[in-house]
Structure formats: C-alpha cells, structure tokens
C-alpha cells in the first residue's frame, strides 16, 4: 500500500527532484515507511510506502532488468505469485518478492492490456523509457484513487488531489460543475474533481500519454446477465465457494491484519469467513453512539462472541466533532457524507493493533441491500399514472409555497422511472441550487447537470430496473462514496483497507444471479442472506437493515447548535462570493427547527473546511533547489530508486 505520484514532460520544463518531493510529503500519510523516486529527463516517479508485502526488498519505484520500464504501485495484486510464475517460465529475472514487479514484467509483455490479467485494488504508473510513454491504471471498482492534470506541456498525476496541488503550475480555483455535482449527489463527479482542471481517473479504465497526446480506455465493466438456468441452491453452493476464496486472497499479509465489524451482514459474512480461515482469533472493530437509536454495537458483539474475536470498540460523543480539520484534509475534497467520521475513529481505533483491515463494504450494490431498492419496487406502480396527471401534479409542485407541506411529494410523484429515483438521491435539487447559490455563481454551476451525468447509467432497455439500479450505484455511488470514504480515512491512520466482496470474480458471478433471487417479496439480499444460514447467528441474518449514520442533526441541534451557523455564515464564508447568506442562514434555521436537512447542512459544512484547507491557504512556490545532476539521468543510466 502507497501513496504515488508522478510527471511527464513531452513538450514542458524537465522534472525536478525538488517537486517529487514536495507531492510525496503530502502523501506521507498513505506510506510512513519508506519513499523512493526514479527520476530521468521526461519523466519522474515517485512513492511513499506502507509496508505489507514483501518488507525487505519490496521498495519502490521499480524496474524491469535492464531499466527501462519503471512503475509506482498503490494496492494489492492477490494474484501475483500465480503471475509470478507464469512470467518466470517466460524468461523474466525478478529481483524482489513484491507484487509491484509483477506489474512491470508483464506490462513488458501485454503492454496496456497487463491491467486485465490483474486480480485485486490498485492504481499504478508504468514510465516505458524507450516508447516515452506512460501508462496509468485503477482498479475495476474504483477502490484506490488516482488523480491527474495536463498543464504546462506536462502531465501530472498522484494518488490524492492535494499532491498535485503542491505543484505552482496547478491553480486552486473551484470547479463549479464538480460543486454542484457535491451539493447533488454528496460526492464529486467520475472523471472530475473540485478543482478546474484536475480529473480523477475512472474505475476500470487505463490512460496512456505520449508525445502523440493523452488517450483514455475502459478495459472492465460489470455485464449484468441473470443466469435463469441455474437453481437457487446452485447459486448458493457457488455463492458460499466465492466468498471463502476471496476472502483467503484478501487475508495475504505480512503484517497484523483484523476487521472492520458493524454488526451487519455483509461485515459479519468476512468476519466469520476469516475466523473459519485463521488460526489466531481474529482482530474486530466497532464504533457506537451515546444515542440508543443509533447505536449497534451490541450486534457487533454478538458476531465477536459467536467468532471468538479480539474485539475493540469506541462510542462516540459530539466532541468527535474536534477532528473535523484532520477529516477535511484527509477527505482531499468536499464530502457530503458524514459516516466519514466513524470512518475515521474505527480507523483510528484500528490503527492501534493492525496494518491491515478487511471490510464489508460491497454487499449492498452486489445483493440489492440498500432499502431505496426496496422503495423503488413500490413507487414503480406509479408509473401507470398517465403522463399528462403526472405534469400536472409536477406544475402543482412548483408553484406550491416552499414550506408548504406535500410540496415535494407531489414533486417526486410527478417524475417517472430514472428520474424518480434520481430524486430520492439527490439533496440539493435544481431549483433549490439556484436560491442557494449567487446568481452569476449558479450560472457557472448550472453549466453542468449531474442528474444526465448519473442517469446514463440507468438507459440500458433491455436491462432489469434492479441491475439498472444496482448498475448506477456500482459505478458511481460505490467509487465515488464508500470507496473513497474508506480509503481516505483508513489511509489518515496509515492502515489498509481491503474489502473481498468487490474482488471482481466474486462481482461477475454477483451480477448472473437473477433479480428475483436478491430483491424477493420485499426481502433485501435474499440470496446472500440464504448463503449464511448456519454462517452466522439467525439475529444478525433477521435484523432490520440500519446504515452507518450518526445522530449529527441532533449534536447540531444540541451541544454544537452554533457551530454551523458560526461556521457557514462567517465573514470568510461570505467573502467567498458563492452562497446566498440569506438563504443559507434560512436552511439552518428549518435545520434546528427539526426538518431532516442533516446531509444538506453537512455537505455545507465539508465545502468550507475543505475551502480553507485548500483554497484559503497562501500558495507559494516550493523554495527547494532542483535536483542534483547525478538523479536526473537518461535511459542508458536509470538510478536505483533514491530513499529520502
């Protein structure tokens, strides 16, 4: 696991030491281990590095023999040793135990295509010295990130958006689609991010740049193809195989390794994977609430009890509130999702005791778990209401009074299909941007729609409205959300989060079990709970479906009532030009009134800590020298990767 980063240069200034360094010490976090550079006259790699693999001779950057193709790696490859051997029987040398090198030898003998023969999370750079192009490369799911620019004739990439920031030529202006992207759907867009010009690389696609240009390929998507020839027990006999597979691959490690453990089903499905499969009692962590209605560590403690895990769990009190700064900067942009906090503690918790964390994450999109499934099953009777009701009752919406109550139901009841459940995901909606925003700012932001960007997901005609569905969160609700969520907050505390439910055999067999086997009268994951009986205790299999929230409405109505309007009607809140104070102070005052605006006020409250960390900060150029001649060097003569 690592934090890399990296510039070209075809046609710019050559690529300084100095700049490397300045990227890696804002990814110290992600690698406190070790940090290597490989530097040469176009081309510059650079990492930092946790050690899980390989601990002796796994550094980084590294080469092929003769060093002419270098790579930087963030991730895990599960099935490295089995490559391994294929490409020693081909000829190559290996003169490390790391799962990186694998990359190089065989991106040497597939070129771009090595990326399809790779099982497991990652996003890497391969510098190919005598084609002068680089390749980069993320996982099918989207579970490491990567981040990229073009600007000055060069190209620039790193694992997190704050790296790129450390370079002058990269300005920290706001892009405002990217912002009303945020204030839609909580997350920034797929291929964009919150500052104008920097893109994120997508889930399943490669990117190759050269002196002809920049070209940008998908190599993976989820086909969802019910297979309706197989019985239900078939599927749950394969089903069961599947999952002890890939949570073996997942368990590989060198270094101390637990789980993350919430009480439900898909976290409680690893844990008692990994208990079968380990020796030692396996290592869990839990966070609670003070709250009782939202607490559920007692379920969490039922599932240690029956596995016999090393248990640790923290309850949380409103003062956990005070990690708000570490949360922004670490979160790398604004995020309206606010399970980021108990992310971050049972992170933090973990940290004491493991390197490495696996976590259910994934059974939701693959099983058909969240309720909004559940919801849309009902509401697409509506459907039948005929077109011309539905416009009417729309007309009816818009011109009701704001706090009339019904309004945005006979909104909501107005839409139809895609668009319905669009709706119920989005927070701040069109019309609701346009009084929250200045006018001349909701121009800008307006230039962009969101709900056209999410909704091209749904238009396949011949796929079932669940795969649909499930096909819309896997590609952006999953990446965008609870990958990123837990991969910025496990990566703040310096520990690795694996999650085997996404590892994408298991998701391919996933997406051939038929609907009917995972939505079934009303019964959430059918199919997957079916596979777990005798797995797990009947309470946990039974229990009603709870999401990771936290009573943060109520600490802001309560002990930290005045944080928010401290916060978002500040002096430098205002002097930023972008809200409408007056309808911002109103949203707060409905907000403690008791109206359910707490994903509304929060993703406020993200934007401006995010906008002070990154966009309030005086920039300066970095004051260090360039490079010592002997690291920058040329083809005949690659230097061994530098340590700082």
């Known amino acids: 696991m690592c934090g890399i980063a990296g510039i070209v240069s075809f046609e710019g200034r050559p690529v300084m030491l100095a700049e490397l360094r300045q990227m890696c010490a804002a990814l110290a976090h992600r690698g406190p281990d070790d940090e290597g550079f490989y530097v040469a006259p176009s081309a510059g790699l650079a990492m930092r590095r946790l050690s899980i693999i390989d601990l002796t001779t796994g550094r980084q950057p590294v080469s092929n023999e003769d060093g002419t193709v270098w790579a930087v790696f963030n991730g895990e490859i599960y099935n490295f040793q089995e490559l391994r051997r294929e490409l020693e029987a081909r000829g190559h040398s290996f003169s490390t135990g790391t799962d990186t090198e694998v990359i190089v030898h065989l991106y040497e003998e597939r070129g771009p295509r090595c990326v399809e023969a790779l099982r497991g999370m990652f996003a890497f750079a391969v510098w190919d010295e005598r084609e002068q192009?680089?390749?980069?490369?993320?996982?099918?799911?989207?579970?490491?990130?990567?981040?990229?620019?073009?600007v000055g004739g060069r190209l620039a990439f790193a694992s997190e958006l704050k790296a790129l920031l450390e370079l002058p030529e990269v300005e920290r202006v706001v892009n405002p689609t990217a912002l009303g992207h945020v204030l839609a759907f909580l997350t920034t867009p797929q291929a964009d991010s919150i500052v104008q010009g920097v893109h994120k690389l997508e889930p399943g696609m490669v990117l190759v740049a050269s002196r002809q240009g920049v070209r940008l390929s998908r190599y993976w998507d989820l086909e969802w193809?019910?297979?309706?020839?197989?019985?239900?027990?078939?599927?749950?006999?394969?089903?069961?195989?599947?999952?002890?597979?890939?949570?073996?691959?997942?368990?590989?490690?060198?270094?101390?390794?637990?789980?993350?453990?919430s009480g439900g089903i898909d976290s409680s499905a690893v844990v008692a994977t990994m208990a079968r499969l380990s020796p030692q009692p396996v290592k869990t962590f839990s966070i609670g609430f003070a709250e009782d209605d939202y607490n559920e560590l007692e379920y969490a403690r039922q599932v240690a009890r029956a596995f016999g895990t090393e248990h640790h769990e923290l309850v949380l009190q409103p003062d956990v509130l005070s990690v708000l700064e570490d949360l922004a900067w670490h979160l790398d942009e604004p995020f309206g999702d606010p399970s980021a906090i108990p992310t971050y503690m049972v992170s933090k918790l973990a940290a004491d005791h493991v390197t490495v964390v696996l976590s259910g994450d994934g059974g939701d999109e693959l099983f058909a778990g969240y309720d909004r499934y559940r919801v849309e099953a009902k509401e697409r009777r509506r459907d039948r209401i005929p077109a011309a009701a539905r416009r009417t009752l729309g007309a009816l919406a818009r011109h009701a009074p704001e706090r009339m109550r019904g309004r945005n139901f006979l909104r909501h009841l107005?839409?139809?299909?895609?668009?319905?459940?669009?709706?119920?995901?989005?927070?701040?909606?069109?019309?609701?941007?346009?009084?929250?925003?200045?006018?001349?700012?909701?121009?800008?932001?307006?230039?962009?729609?969101?709900?056209?960007?999410?909704?091209a997901h749904l238009t396949e005609p011949d796929r079932h409205w669940l795969s649909s569905l499930q096909h819309l969160d896997?590609?952006?609700?999953?990446?965008?959300?609870?990958?990123?969520?837990?991969?910025?907050?496990?990566?703040?505390?310096?520990?690795?989060?694996?999650?085997?439910?996404?590892?994408?055999?298991?998701?391919?067999?996933?997406?051939?079990?038929?609907?009917?086997?995972?939505?079934?009268?009303?019964?959430?994951?059918?199919?997957?709970k079916r596979a777990l009986r005798g797995r797990l205790p009947a309470s946990i299999l039974e229990r009603p479906k709870k999401g990771f929230s936290i009573p943060l409405g109520r600490w802001f109505r309560g002990g930290l009532r005045e944080f928010a309007g401290d916060l978002l009607l500040s002096d430098r809140a205002r002097q930023r030009g972008l809200f409408n104070a007056t309808y911002v102070a109103r949203l707060l005052q409905r907000h403690r009134a008791g109206r359910e605006?707490?994903?509304?006020?929060?993703?406020?409250?993200?934007?401006?800590?995010?906008?002070?960390?990154?966009?309030?900060?005086?920039?300066?150029?970095?004051?260090?020298?360039?490079?010592?001649?002997?690291?920058?060097?040329?083809?005949?003569?690659?230097?061994?990767?530098?340590?700082a």
């Open 133 to 150: 192009s680089l390749l980069l490369a993320r996982d099918r799911v989207g579970i490491k990130p990567l981040f990229y620019c073009q």
């Open 225 to 261: 193809a019910p297979d309706y020839g197989r019985s239900e027990a078939d599927f749950v006999e394969d089903l069961q195989a599947r999952l002890e597979e890939s949570v073996r691959l997942h368990m590989v490690s060198d270094v101390p390794l637990g789980a993350f453990l």
């Open 414 to 455: 107005a839409l139809d299909g895609r668009d319905r459940y669009l709706d119920a995901r989005a927070f701040f909606r069109r019309d609701e941007q346009r009084e929250l925003f200045q006018p001349d700012v909701f121009t800008l932001v307006s230039g962009g729609d969101p709900w056209r960007e999410m909704g």
């Open 474 to 528: 896997t590609r952006a609700y999953l990446p965008l959300d609870i990958l990123a969520k837990v991969d910025r907050m496990s990566m703040a505390h310096s520990i690795e989060a694996r999650v085997p439910l996404l590892d994408h055999k298991l998701m391919e067999f996933a997406a051939t079990i038929p609907p009917a086997l995972k939505l079934r009268q009303g019964t959430s994951k059918y199919i997957f």
């Open 597 to 643: 605006l707490d994903f509304q006020v929060w993703t406020l409250i993200s934007f401006e800590l995010w906008a002070r960390h990154f966009l309030d900060r005086p920039w300066q150029p970095s004051r260090r020298g360039p490079a010592p001649e002997s690291l920058v060097v040329g083809p005949a003569a690659p230097v061994e990767a530098a340590r």
